[in-house]
């Protein structure tokens, strides 16, 4: 559990961290839940939002790992993911690919897609 406080776009912001730690299931596969409470003041107003997430890891080789992200936006209403694949397939020359992905929890039925991308990173070490 922690507390943070500091200033924020002009105003104040508290973060009421309640559950935040890792489970290592196997050796390679690491699980971390989360949740926050984020107390916001603004001269426009004030609002306060929940955060629930969870992050999970998977080792796939020294070399190669896949890292997830989902997590619930209680202000938005909207559940993102993001999904990382890193590989650095030479000493400090490293392929990415990531998903993300935003959805809005207020329509009925399954979350209407606000926002996907998919992204490509490669870049390649020269030494001289």
């Not at 070399?63 to 590989?87: D, E, K, P």
């Amino acid at each position: 559990m922690s507390v943070d406080r500091g200033s924020f776009f002009g105003g104040d912001k508290t973060t009421l961290t309640i559950a935040q730690g890792r489970l290592v299931l196997p050796p390679h596969i690491s699980l971390e839940p989360s949740y926050s409470l984020n107390a916001v003041t603004l001269p426009q107003g004030e609002f306060t939002t929940h955060l629930v997430g969870s992050r999970v890891n998977i080792t796939i080789t020294p070399w190669m790992f896949i890292g997830a992200l989902l997590q619930y936006n209680s202000t938005t209403h909207s559940v993102s993911s993001n999904v990382r694949l890193r590989w650095e397939y030479q000493p400090g020359s490293e392929l990415f690919v990531v998903y993300n992905d935003q959805r809005d929890t207020l329509t009925r039925g399954f979350p209407d897609l606000a926002n996907r991308a998919f992204i490509v990173k490669i870049n390649r070490l020269f030494r001289f």
